[in-house]
């Protein structure tokens, strides 16, 4: 419990001061690490930018698509020909075609669902390029939370300079550079904060070289018998390479995608209890620090409702899966099975750290495990899922706070109505444009999760292990993670068939870029929108009935969708005995 | 014809169900089953659907001999919620229609006399063209809506406003509209027809509330995108329910999933939503306000600013005379006697005032003095009156710039203190008249505006709303502030001309504050039409009335504030309704998904929080409560649920108490108790 209470403590404490930085950073204001401006001028002008150009929604959503479909075929290319390709001690051969597309997409969406072990089917070159990835993807999320926040500020580009509420025409729509935020994002933001992760991970044991595999002799020699024929194993070759650079930025960017196949279960990913705490507090820092940016660019009350109920929701969850985790599984009904569900669990970590991180890594569509979420509890299973079906408590880097905002525009349609006026969010009225897209958004969710989950149970596509009602949990988890871009599984499943590939590509691609898209829509429609006055006839986001709302709204119009499915999965897995 | 009139309208205004509107809108609910209006509607359209699918469920059993009951018993649920919300609208149009239509009687088919050059050809009113000019006499009936062009007449409206004092109707002012169906009590006019017949503001305004030209208004659009993208979200989800649950061998009962379905769309609101726009306008028609459009009555409720006319609105129309203040070294008496002298033939309400406080201070002229005074009348270019008397005192009032000009030209000297007093007087609020006794300064009376009674606490309460009032006056600055202060408006424009509304409007738009405005005159017709709100007085001019979005039929000046109040209830009333279900959802879930589920998980019942007797009674008294809601919620949305002025927390507050905790909490006390009920049968 200590340690549950002691991550959490931290967390807040240092996302804190982080969320006032980026919010600095991204606002154009001084901060120290403005001696990078020169190396970032010359990255501008390596990849032809200017970053005095503003951009309106349209030029920014069309330069976010194209340049995440660029990086994901040179992705694609460099997986299916890693063969061939430099930097491939261990003579990996190439990736299948389905497996490489699925990888492209799980990576350009910050996902990093991953159909296939790292450490037997990736060069070096394939795992540094997914790492590439694991940078830049969050700082896409983070810069289009970024340009939809100054939609909302009425400011320009720059968002500290405060202009008048009504802008010109001219920068009314300027939601600022989306090349400048991504580079910002990456030089200030999450290379300086994976490069401190990373040095203390190695501190710990992880390892850091461009070195092959090692070969080292066995303790204890081991007799197999296979095939009629009878061997003794000597030696073990241990796969290494660039894993805490990796393990860094895969905690910090709400990654998730393993070095090795077991992710942070693996002792080489993950080697000590304080290795544990700081991987468990780098998957918080982030989606906690995007709130306090919010604070500190929209203001703070509206911050502190924020955080409020994304708190609510986080801790509720926390409290509740420490608390299951705590039981034996329902199979151990009527044994004298002691204390709690130690089933796929480290012992080096112990039961609390384990469902700790077993939901913040949901919570956050982090993805990155240290313990086997397949053999959680049935109902802890079911927390796990419901953290991924809210997916903005915290939710991704930048993506997190963006799906709040939806929640939170919906939220402020009901409740504007409800007081009498058209619905406005920071003075900018809500209507029938606006709500088409959220509407969308809120489709987005049981199309892209119950309906392929339907055909791959009702088809029977699934491969999966289980045949009962943990079967259909194995299933829906694992669409709704590459909805959610968490991209951890529940495993169990045989997912590297073309089905799996094709099927999880899809979800990915349309779950990570229609989300962004739509909200950044709103948000250059909104800023074109004169701004209303705040008088007491306004809906103030900030009030204790505006955030029960809002949280009402998450639950009812969006998590009692999925009452129907967690009866049918979790439930009455629950209630058949853990099956 | 007037007293029948009006007890019909009474009837109307009052009875939320009276009987012949309940029996059209019977009639309607099943017209009204056609799939074409139903598509127009999508979430009642996808009940509609589901009652097809129970419908061809029970055939099949009743044909391969199954048990048919429970499927046709759901089929005809659904059939009876489509029929409620048909009901609803039906209903709500049906009220709107006949509270149109009382108006209407006063005027159907009046004889008219058209003006054919010289001469005059009596026809039918039906046969009126725009631009005929028709001869009205004492005694008759206005046949159609018409602006005065030449004369003057009292005309009685009350046929029309319900209000008994009659008014004056004059060519060439501001006061130039006349109405169809009013009765001309004195005078002779000629007016000038501006509608052709069915297309006067009042056949509009039956079209919008009928079916065929309402239009869905920008909030109602928005609301139904999100009904219907829900209703989508709720196929997804029992659509798949079976392909997952046939992975562990379950197979779930088609007509439950349907019935799960209807009973989680949002049905209740998607059912009420037409009636609920409906009587929108049906509640500003009862307010005697004629609204051109659904759009009109909604973005009310949004307004910022309200700007008001000080006279009429914030004051009672007439000033009154209040104190007398005479120079240094003059008797009161002899002010006041004086001033009264000089009111002696002055008709206005201010020159009667006058003589009233000089009597009531003692100071009463001897009714014979009035005999032979020769009587100045007020001008415009004079800007002062009064009389000269047989006993030779030539008494004056009037503006003090004037009348110290005057002074000055008849050779006395204007008292150093004068001007201090008429300054001191204005910025009390009160309008200073200067009085003269043969060319002498003698002091000054002051007019006071009468602040009406109430008003404050009125603006307080607007304030609270988060509304800003601006008063308009032509009065000179200090008078306007003063007047202001003691009104609380939260500001004034004072010396107002025409234009100056139109630039005050201009810039509170820019600031992204929504106005709202009353005129009458044609000079204010730019302004109505700038304003977000436009609300024009019936007895304006054509061309307010043109411009304006509403009209009032009572010419009050306060019915802004009830306009407000209207069109922020409408918005009130459909987020309420939509809060209150989406929450019964939750009950539904317990009340279903323990029962779909009952044979293949048995370990569910523990979900049965109701204890509801079977999984079919739970099934049946979801949906019963499901279609039930509907009537039972028509009273709420065709009288708008209950609106107490207050700020923005307050107001949501109390709607999610209400309507949220209470749309948790009642499906699960009245499924538990339709439960019982149906426990008896099943």
Redesign the interface.
């Known amino acids: 419990m200590t340690d549950v209470v002691l991550i959490l403590a931290l967390a807040v404490l240092l996302a804190w001061p982080l969320g006032r930085y980026m919010a600095r950073v991204f606002s154009g204001q001084r901060v120290f690490t403005d001696f990078l401006t020169p190396a970032e001028n010359g990255l501008y002008r390596l990849m032809g930018v200017d970053p005095a150009r503003g951009m309106n929604w349209r030029g920014y959503g069309m330069a976010l698509l194209w340049s995440n479909f660029a990086m994901a075929v040179v992705l694609y290319g460099v997986l299916v020909f890693q063969g061939s390709l430099p930097l491939n001690p261990d003579r990996v051969g190439g990736m299948s075609w389905d497996t490489a597309l699925h990888t492209a997409a799980s990576f350009v969406t910050n996902t990093n669902q991953q159909h296939y072990s790292g450490q037997a089917q990736l060069s070096y070159l394939s795992q540094m390029m997914l790492t590439w990835f694991m940078f830049v993807t969050p700082a896409v999320g983070l810069a289009a939370l970024v340009a939809i926040l100054r939609a909302f500020t009425g400011r320009d580009g720059n968002l500290n300079e405060h202009t008048h509420?009504?802008l010109d025409e001219r920068t009314r729509g300027n939601l600022g550079n989306y090349y400048v935020d991504v580079t910002r994002g990456l030089t200030r933001v999450l290379i300086p904060l994976s490069l401190v992760w990373a040095l203390l991970l190695s501190a710990q044991g992880v390892p850091s070289t461009f070195e092959g595999a090692r070969t080292v002799q066995l303790i204890d020699p081991q007799t197999v018998t296979a095939g009629g024929q009878t061997a003794t194993v000597t030696e073990q070759v241990i796969p290494v390479g660039p894993v805490s650079a990796l393990v860094a930025i895969k905690q910090l960017g709400t990654n998730g995608g393993g070095y090795y196949g077991p992710n942070s279960a693996a002792p080489l990913e993950n080697p000590t209890p304080l290795s544990n705490l700081l991987q468990t507090l780098a998957i918080l820092l982030i989606p906690i620090a995007q709130v306090f940016m919010i604070g500190y660019l929209l203001g703070g009350r509206f911050g502190r409702m924020v955080f409020g109920v994304m708190a609510t929701f986080s801790l509720s969850f926390i409290a509740l899966i420490v608390a299951l985790e705590r039981q034996p599984n329902p199979a151990f009904a009527g044994l004298a099975a002691p204390g709690g569900n130690w089933e796929g669990k480290e012992i080096r970590f112990g039961i609390d750290p384990s469902a700790l991180w077993a939901t913040l890594t949901t919570q956050t569509s982090n993805g990155s495990v240290n313990a086997m979420h397949d053999s959680l509890n049935p109902l802890s299973g079911a927390v796990t899922l419901v953290d991924m079906f809210i997916n903005a408590a915290w939710g991704g880097v930048g993506v997190g706070a963006i799906n709040f905002l939806l929640y939170v525009m919906?939220a402020v349609?009901?409740?504007?109505?409800?007081?009498?006026?058209?619905?406005e969010l920071f003075?900018r009225r809500?209507?029938?444009r606006?709500?088409?897209l959220?509407?969308?958004v809120?489709?987005l969710q049981?199309?892209l999760i119950?309906?392929p989950?339907?055909?791959a149970?009702?088809l029977g596509l699934?491969n999966n292990s289980n045949?009962?009602?943990h079967?259909?949990s194995q299933?829906?988890y694992e669409y709704t993670s590459a909805f959610a871009n968490n991209g951890s599984g529940f495993e169990g499943l045989g997912d590297a068939t073309v089905w799996w590939n094709m099927s999880c590509a899809a979800v990915l691609v349309l779950a990570r870029f229609i989300p962004i898209l739509a909200p950044l829509a709103i948000a250059g429609f909104m800023a074109a929108k004169?701004?209303?006055?705040v008088?007491?006839?306004?809906?103030?986001l900030e009030?204790p009935?505006?955030a029960?709302?809002t949280f009402?709204v998450i639950v009812?119009?969006q998590l009692?969708?999925?009452?129907?499915?967690l009866?049918?999965g979790p439930?009455?897995a629950h209630?058949?005995g853990g099956r | 014809m007037s007293l029948e009139l009006k007890q019909a309208r009474r009837e109307a205004r009052e009875g939320t169900f009276d009987s012949s509107a309940v029996a059209q809108a019977i009639g309607k609910s099943f017209t009204y089953l056609n799939p074409r209006r139903q598509l127009r509607n999508p979430v009642m359209f996808v009940v509609w659907v589901g009652t097809l699918v129970a419908l061809y469920l029970a055939l099949a059993d009743l044909v391969t001999g199954r048990p048919w009951g429970y499927d046709l018993a759901i089929a005809l649920l659904l059939l009876l919620t489509v029929l409620f919300a048909n009901f609803a609208e039906a209903l709500a149009e049906a009220r709107g229609r006949a509270q149109a239509a009382s108006l209407r009687t006063a005027r159907a088919d009046l004889r008219a006399l058209r003006l054919v050059g010289e001469s005059a050809q009596e026809i039918s009113s039906t046969q009126l063209r725009r631009g005929d000019q028709i001869l009205i006499r004492e005694g008759q009936l206005v046949p159609a809506d018409g602006e005065i062009r030449k004369g003057l007449a009292v005309v009685d409206e009350s046929a029309i406003t319900g209000e008994s004092a009659p008014v004056v109707r004059e060519a060439g002012t501001d006061r130039d509209g006349v109405t169809a169906g009013t009765r001309v009590l004195t005078g002779e006019i000629v007016v000038e027809v501006t509608s052709n017949p069915g297309e006067s503001f009042l056949d509009r305004m039956i079209a919008l509330v009928e079916g065929a030209s309402r239009q869905k208004t920008p909030n109602e659009i928005a609301l139904s995108v999100l009904l219907s993208a829900l209703t989508l979200v709720f196929v997804l989800v029992v659509a798949t329910l079976p392909f997952i649950a046939s992975f562990v061998n379950i197979s779930l009962p088609a007509s439950t999933l349907v019935a799960l379905l209807v009973c989680l769309i949002p049905t209740t609101i998607g059912g009420l939503l037409p009636a609920i726009g409906i009587a929108g306008m049906d509640r500003a028609l009862r307010a005697n306000v004629i609204a051109k459009s659904g759009k009109a009555v909604e973005v009310a409720g949004d307004v910022d600013t309200l700007l008001l006319d000080k006279t009429g609105t914030i004051t009672l129309g007439d000033r009154q005379a209040s104190e007398f203040r005479p120079v240094q070294g003059v008797a009161a008496a002899r002010l006041r006697y004086a001033a009264a002298a000089a009111s002696i033939s002055d008709a206005t309400p201010e020159g009667k005032s006058i003589v009233r406080l000089a009597r009531d201070q003692g100071t009463a002229l001897e009714p014979k003095s009035a005999e032979g005074a020769k009587v100045i009348a007020f001008t415009a270019q004079t800007r002062m009156s009064g009389a000269d008397l047989p006993g030779g005192l030539q008494a004056r009032k009037g503006a003090p710039d004037r009348m110290m000009a005057l002074v000055r030209e008849s050779g006395h000297g204007v008292p150093d203190e004068l001007p201090l007093l008429v300054d001191e007087i204005a910025r009390g609020g009160a309008t200073p008249l200067v009085v003269t006794e043969n060319g002498q300064a003698l002091g000054v009376v002051a007019l006071s505006d009468i602040v009406k009674t109430g008003i404050r606490e009125r603006f307080a309460q607007l304030r609270r709303m988060g509304l800003r009032t601006v008063m308009v006056t032509g009065d000179n600055p200090l008078t306007a502030q003063a007047i202001a202060a003691e009104a609380g408006v939260d500001d004034f424009i004072a010396e107002a001309r025409p234009e100056d509304k139109l630039r005050l409007i201009r810039e509170e738009q820019a600031r992204g504050r929504l106005v709202a405005m009353m005129g009458d005159g044609t000079n204010d017709a730019p302004a109505l039409a700038q304003a977000d709100v436009g609300l024009a007085m019936n007895s304006g001019t054509q061309a307010a009335k043109e411009a304006a979005n509403m009209i009032d039929l009572d010419s009050d000046p306060t019915k802004l504030l009830e306009v407000v109040e209207i069109g922020k209830q409408l918005l009130i009333t459909r987020g309420s309704l939509t809060t209150f279900s989406r929450a019964n959802d939750v009950a539904k879930y317990f009340a279903i998904i323990p029962a779909l589920f009952a044979g293949a998980v048995p370990g569910l019942s523990a979900l049965n929080v109701m204890q509801l007797e079977s999984p079919t009674s739970a099934v049946l008294s979801a949906v019963i409560f499901n279609a039930l809601i509907i009537p039972a919620l028509v009273p709420l949305a065709l009288r708008g649920v209950s609106y107490v002025p207050g700020s923005a927390d307050s107001l949501l507050l109390r709607n999610l108490l209400i309507y949220g905790l209470g749309g948790l909490a009642l499906p699960f006390v009245a499924i538990k108790l339709i439960d019982l009920a149906v426990g008896l049968f099943v």
């Open positions: 509420t009504n919906l349609f009901i409740a504007g109505l409800m007081v009498g006026r058209t619905p003075g809500l209507e029938a606006e709500i088409k959220v509407s969308l809120i489709l049981p199309l119950l309906l989950t339907a055909l149970l009702g699934a045949p009962g009602h079967g259909i299933v829906l004169r701004v209303a006055p008088t007491s006839g306004t809906l103030r009030s009935a505006f029960v709302t009402s009812i119009v009692l969708n999925f009452v129907p499915v009866v049918l439930v009455a209630l058949a």
